[in-house]
């Protein structure tokens, strides 16, 4: 098998300790030669382009056996289970179990067992980018067909393509909701928002403040991947890529890129677009968590994660310094009129009324706040806690490099709320975890919950009426 030039370093390092798991084993991830980009470029865009486009079959067929290694995409719709547009939400765990090897039998064994064993499924292991040596935003095509038909502005790449099957991606466009006009509705009419539209649907609903802080998130500004430098990834000279493009209709459609804050790239977590519904209840934001208004994160998108944490290339692409006063402030407030979906089932304390729930789903919510211990983080009735959690996922497996991702433990993650989580898919983080079946049992093991499988249909059960 021909060997990508981001895998030759790993592999000299690698030849003491062997091969493991479809990846290379090694002790220690290596320290990076340098934390900065190069910013003056020898080779020339048709160069660039010309090598990149060579290397997309041989890395998609890498990534793709993957993905088909680790879970099963056939498209599988939970009877008469839909998301807030009605597309159908996919059903069952799609995670692979090792040859042999049951969940039951999993979740009665150690930690360590599994480990040294290599019994952990590969679909709880971080998931990697697409093309994880390059990273950056990548989008589904359906995003990129709509923009560039209202915009005539293309996000597609030359070197990558999104990698996961629409199936288990959120609805596309997604509803709009309004904490303070809550009678309206679906405010987006079934449209994707865009530069083009906005003013259209929203004036006369939003004050002026709120519409030129949407008018700002729905503006293309110059972004690591898509700008005029001879180092992007667009075919043509673009104008880069607006908030929303991510954040479709304030929701999102799972564009996925790396977290700017690791270095050497080998280091970084794929991370996919969360949801901004109900962010105004959010007191967490970016990668790290270091950020504590939503204010903060807007501000800070422009300034570094646009341009993969680097201010200093941010002058060269073309960084959009905001107005804290007159701009980001104004987007804000915007964002924090976004409310989550309409929850039927739920009374004001974001619990079930037991005169509109099932007794499967009375049964779920009972096993959430008691035996699956889901609610000692996700509290009710936003379902978060707004803290930091660290699973310890390096319990369960060795490191090892795969597809260009140092496969080890993801630290502290951000406790991201429950509401709404059935139009989210797919789920953690990197979207490793394909269906709420699948996110269920990784919990289960790693939480050591031991429940059992009428237990864990009752937990999904639950999990959609949120």
Not at 10 to 27: K, P
Not at 184 to 190: E, I, K, R
Not at 312 to 320: D, L, Q, S, T, Y
Not at 379 to 388: E, G, K, Q, R
């Amino acid at each position: 098998m021909k060997i990508r030039a981001d895998k030759r370093l790993w592999i000299g390092l690698a030849l003491l300790s062997g091969f493991a798991g479809g990846g290379i084993a090694l002790a220690q991830a290596p320290r990076g030669v340098s934390s900065y980009m190069p910013v003056d470029i020898k080779e020339s865009f048709q160069t660039i382009m010309t090598r990149l486009k060579g290397e997309k079959a041989e890395v998609e067929k890498e990534h793709t056996a993957l993905l088909n290694e680790r879970y099963d995409l056939s498209d599988r719709p939970a009877p008469g289970v839909t998301m807030d547009r009605k597309k159908p939400i996919q059903e069952g765990v799609r995670v692979k179990l090792p040859a042999g090897a049951t969940w039951d039998q999993l979740a009665s064994m150690t930690p360590e067992h599994i480990r040294d064993e290599n019994l952990f499924p590969k679909g709880f292991y971080p998931l990697p980018h697409p093309k994880h040596s390059e990273g950056g935003f990548v989008f589904p095509h359906f995003v990129i067909d709509e923009i560039n038909r209202q915009e005539k502005r293309d996000l597609t790449r030359f070197d990558i393509d999104y990698d996961l099957p629409d199936q288990f991606l959120p609805e596309f466009p997604p509803a709009m909701y309004l904490n303070q006009r809550t009678d309206l509705g679906d405010v987006s009419q079934g449209k994707l928002v865009t530069i083009n539209n906005y003013y259209e649907l929203f004036n006369g609903i939003l004050p002026p403040k709120q519409i030129e802080g949407l008018r700002l998130l729905v503006t293309p500004f110059p972004q690591q991947q898509f700008n005029e430098t001879e180092d992007r990834r667009s075919e043509e000279p673009s104008r880069g890529a607006a908030c929303f493009d991510c954040h479709s209709n304030g929701h999102t459609n799972k564009a996925t890129h790396l977290a700017p804050d690791a270095r050497p790239q080998e280091a970084r977590h794929r991370i996919v677009t969360p949801s901004l519904r109900g962010v105004q209840i959010q007191r967490l934001f970016g990668s790290q968590r270091a950020l504590k208004t939503v204010e903060d994160f807007t501000q800070f998108e422009q300034a570094g994660a646009y341009f993969d944490g680097d201010h200093v290339i941010a002058a060269k692409k073309g960084m959009n310094p905001l107005d804290r006063i007159n701009q980001v402030d104004l987007m804000a407030e915007f964002q924090e009129e976004l409310g989550f979906p309409p929850a039927p089932k739920l009374d004001v304390f974001g619990k079930l009324d037991p005169a509109k729930a099932t007794p499967a789903e009375l049964r779920g919510q009972d096993l959430f706040f008691g035996k699956g211990r889901c609610g000692t983080c996700h509290t009710a009735p936003y379902y978060t806690d707004n803290l930091m959690h660290d699973l310890q996922t390096e319990r369960f497996f060795k490191p090892v490099m795969i597809n260009g991702l140092w496969e080890t433990g993801d630290g502290a993650i951000k406790t991201f709320p429950l509401r709404g989580i059935k139009d989210s898919p797919p789920y953690l983080h990197d979207g490793r975890l394909l269906t709420l079946d699948d996110t269920v049992e990784f919990f289960n093991l790693v939480l050591g919950t031991k429940l059992e499988p009428p237990e864990k249909q009752d937990l999904v059960a639950f999990l959609r009426t949120l």
